[in-house]
């Protein structure tokens, strides 16, 4: 697993850069548009990256079940 430099990420949590990365550009996109951006959807987003919620056996296999449509649909788009 990566090691995560803490005091470079969003508050010093323990964030990927990924993660880091959308919140800083969520935060940006709030800033732009004078919103703002310390609201319950930021603290929403980093409690699912702090604290992913856990996929049950029926909920991954119809995630894969959904992804596997998705891919069917776009396979058929290109061939069209």
């Given at each position: 697993?990566?090691?995560?430099?803490?005091?470079?990420?969003?508050?010093?949590?323990?964030?990927?850069?990924?993660?880091?990365?959308?919140?800083?550009?969520?935060?940006?996109?709030?800033?732009?548009?004078?919103?703002?951006?310390?609201?319950?959807?930021?603290?929403?987003?980093?409690?699912?990256?702090?604290?992913?919620?856990?996929?049950?056996?029926?909920?991954?296999?119809?995630?894969?079940?959904?992804m596997a449509a998705e891919?069917?649909?776009?396979?058929?788009?290109?061939?069209?």
């Amino acid at each position: 697993m990566n090691q995560i430099e803490s005091r470079a990420t969003f508050r010093g949590l323990p964030l990927t850069p990924e993660q880091d990365s959308e919140i800083r550009h969520y935060i940006h996109l709030q800033t732009r548009h004078g919103i703002p951006w310390d609201t319950p959807e930021l603290e929403a987003m980093l409690h699912d990256m702090l604290d992913p919620p856990e996929l049950s056996d029926e909920d991954g296999k119809s995630l894969g079940d959904s992804m596997a449509a998705e891919r069917s649909v776009a396979i058929g788009e290109d061939a069209a």
